[in-house]
Nanobody, 125 residues
Framework: QVQLVESGGGLVQAGGSLRLSCAASGDTTITDSMGWFRQAPGKEREFVAVSWRNTGRTYYADSVKVRFAISRDKAKNTVYLQMDSLERDDTGVYYC??????????????????WGQGTQVAVSS
């Protein structure tokens, strides 16, 4: 079991930046992938980005590929999501998740076994 706690959300103006953090604890070595999802009110939870622990590779949703960056601090068991050039459509609750699955599954919630509680991001325009 992996426990995940997100932080760093807040209210920002369009065009601004935020860096979200996800602190992991427990048996963190059992999950190779750490992903970020977001969910706007009334919408489905959507994939944002994923990072693989063993290879260091990353993969992004097309909507954030140019603007967001996922990274890890392995020593601190923490994954980050740097969000730049924020847009109103980026508003939502952002969740981090841990899992082991192929890429197709990791682009869906089904690829993850553990989830954080979420952190709110609101972008004003």
């Amino acid at each position: 079991q992996v426990q995940l706690v997100e932080s760093g959300g807040g209210l920002v103006q369009a065009g601004g930046s935020l860096r979200l953090s996800c602190a992991a604890s427990g048996d963190t070595t059992i999950t190779d992938s750490m992903g970020w999802f977001r969910q706007a009110p009334g919408k489905e939870r959507e994939f944002v980005a994923v990072s693989w622990r063993n290879t260091g590779r990353t993969y992004y949703a097309d909507s954030v590929k140019v603007r967001f960056a996922i990274s890890r601090d392995k020593a601190k068991n923490t994954v980050y999501l740097q969000m730049d050039s924020l847009e109103r459509d980026d508003t939502g609750v952002y969740y981090c998740a841990a899992g082991n699955a192929i890429l197709s599954a990791l682009q869906s919630t089904r690829g993850y076994s553990d989830w954080g509680q979420g952190t709110q991001v609101a972008v004003s325009s």
